[in-house]
């Protein structure tokens, strides 16, 4: 059974940080990915990694304070955001797809239930 299990989400100040963690199990990607979703926009890219952290690449709007991360023995792929804006405000996703290079949603096959990620300023 394929399972991509998002949690860290929760209520942060602007300026504060959060880690976000993505628990997979079931299935086998090339690259893990970390989108988001605010109230009423489209879901949109925010960083992937190859699991063997040689292809590492992130949205421009967040390059600077977002760093993706993988711990291999836990099967598990992590999302640091420093510097918290109110507009990082959304649901945050993993994702998990066979292609090397991936940033369109469409491109990914497998999906988390998503993290509320809320900044109050």
């Known amino acids: 059974q394929v399972q991509l299990v998002e949690s860290g989400g929760g209520l942060v100040q602007a300026g504060g940080s959060l880690r976000l963690s993505c628990a997979a199990s079931?299935?086998?990607?090339?690259?893990m990915g970390w989108f988001r979703q605010a109230p009423g926009k489209e879901r949109e890219f925010v960083a992937g990694?190859?699991?063997?952290?040689?292809?590492?690449y992130y949205a421009d709007s967040v390059k600077g304070r977002v760093t993706i991360s993988r711990d291999n023995a836990k099967n598990t792929v992590y999302l640091q955001i420093n510097s918290l804006k109110a507009e990082d405000t959304a649901v945050y996703y993993c994702?998990?797809?066979?292609?090397?290079?991936?940033?369109?949603?469409?491109?990914?096959?497998?999906w988390g239930q998503g993290t509320q990620v809320t900044v109050s300023s």
């Open positions: 994702a998990g797809t066979a292609r090397v290079w991936a940033s369109r949603v469409s491109e990914y096959n497998y």
């Open positions: 079931g299935l086998t990607v090339t690259t």
């Open positions: 990694s190859t699991w063997n952290g040689v292809n590492t």
